[in-house]
Structure formats: structure tokens, C-alpha cells
């Protein structure tokens, strides 16, 4: 597609169950970015993949969340043990290497744990 | 502590009166600033970049200025429509930047009514 994709926009989970949310960057597209939105609040950052480099989990808030790339392509962000707190939009952004600081982002995921 | 802090936290407008949304940081030194467009449900999106060395920019009815002195910048939506109505994110990309820093403020909440 021509933009970045995420999947599902939706999610309702029970808390303490597991969620996957998926991101598919702009092709070509090196860095991946993924980004927590609470309601009201700014973009948190959460993980930044860059190519084939060690990716920057420094944002995950604990051990509940993780992240993989497979290459330069789809990314899937995953949440354990899900908790209420975890409510919020979760925002997947890429961008070219050339121009790293231009993001494009996704939709977003909105994550619901009741 | 936020860097980079935009107001107001929201503003509502008629349609057709322009506006000014304020950006401060203190982030530096700084590589560029950029203004974002959020709908709601969706991503943001990059409206304007402005380096360290420019004043102005325009694109279309928005015109975003900068003062590096000051650490300001702001965002003139001029004969606002309907359409308008977002939030709008300053972002402020750090020198040197490794690729995944950025600074973001919390957002103004525009509302343009009829």
C-alpha cells in the first residue's frame, strides 16, 4: 500500500490477555517506529527499529511489552498479561533513511483492556 | 520534564477567522522543528519543517514561523474551514540526532464550528 498500515484499529481485550498488534511500514521504509498515544496525552515512545541494527527498547515501559521486525518490513508489537493502564492508541510511524526525521505514520491500534 | 510545551490546550474557532497555535522548547541544539496534523482516528501528518536558520514558512493557509533566539514557534491557520479541526503536534528533532529522538509536545486541540 502507499501508507503505513495497522492492524486490527480496534482491539477489546480482558485484562490479563495477551495482544499482538501489527504494523506494515511504506516499503523502502528502514526505520520503524512504535508509539503509545493515552488519551489527551502526547506520543510516547516505545521502541525504534533501524535496518538490521539492534533495535532501541528503551521506551517499553516493562517486561509485558515487546516487540520483533522481520527485516525492513512487518513489524508486530505484542503485550502480555494485558492491564487496564495499557488502554490507549498505539501508533506505528516509518521513514526513509536518507530522511529519518520526516515520520509517517499509521492509523493507529485503539486498545481497550476492561 | 516536557520540552516541549504547546498552547493553548485547545481552542475553539469560527469558520473563516484565522488562528495562531504557540509551540516552546527548550530543546538544543536542534536539527529542525515540524508541525504534524492529527485527525481524529488517525496518524499524524507532517505539514511544515523548519530549520534552525528559517523564519517562515507557508503551505497553503498555514504559515509556520520560528525564533531560535526565543525557542518559539508558531502556527497561523488562516480562513480556517471545517476540515481544520485536529490536533496539531509541535515536534523537535535534537542535534545530533540518532534517529529516533524526538520531542514531542502534548498538542492543541483545534475546533473549527460553522
Known amino acids: 500500500g502507499a501508507g503505513v498500515s495497522q492492524s486490527p484499529s480496534n482491539k477489546v481485550t480482558e485484562k490479563g490477555k495477551d495482544v499482538e498488534l501489527r504494523c506494515d511500514p511504506i516499503s523502502g521504509h528502514t526505520a520503524l517506529y512504535w508509539y503509545r498515544q493515552r488519551l489527551g496525552q502526547g506520543l510516547e515512545f516505545l521502541i525504534y527499529f533501524q535496518g538490521n541494527s539492534a533495535p532501541d527498547k528503551s521506551g517499553l515501559p516493562s517486561d509485558r511489552f515487546s516487540a520483533e521486525r522481520t527485516g525492513e518490513s512487518v513489524s508486530t508489537l505484542t503485550i502480555q498479561r494485558t492491564q487496564q493502564e495499557d488502554s490507549a492508541v498505539y501508533l506505528c510511524?516509518?521513514?526513509?533513511?536518507?530522511?529519518?526525521?520526516?515520520?509517517?505514520f499509521g492509523s493507529g491500534t485503539q486498545l481497550s483492556v476492561l | 520534564k516536557n520540552q516541549v510545551e504547546q498552547s493553548p490546550q485547545s481552542l475553539i474557532i469560527l469558520e473563516g477567522k484565522n488562528c495562531t497555535l504557540q509551540?516552546?522548547?527548550?530543546?538544543?541544539?536542534?536539527?529542525?522543528l515540524r508541525w504534524y496534523k492529527q485527525d481524529t482516528g488517525r496518524g499524524p501528518v507532517s505539514l511544515t519543517i523548519?530549520?534552525?536558520?528559517?523564519n517562515t514558512k507557508s503551505n497553503g493557509r498555514y504559515t509556520a514561523t520560528l525564533d531560535a533566539d526565543t525557542k518559539q514557534s508558531s502556527l497561523h491557520i488562516t480562513a480556517s474551514q471545517l476540515s481544520d479541526s485536529a490536533s496539531y503536534i509541535c515536534?523537535?528533532?535534537?542535534?545530533?540526532?540518532?534517529?529516533?529522538?524526538?520531542?514531542f509536545g502534548t498538542g492543541t486541540s483545534l475546533t473549527v464550528i460553522p
Open positions: 509551540c516552546n522548547y527548550t530543546v538544543s541544539p536542534f536539527s529542525n
Open positions: 515536534v523537535v528533532i535534537p542535534l545530533p540526532n540518532t534517529g529516533n529522538q524526538f520531542y
Open positions: 523548519m530549520t534552525f536558520s528559517e
Open positions: 510511524a516509518s521513514s526513509m533513511e536518507r530522511d529519518n526525521e520526516k515520520l509517517f
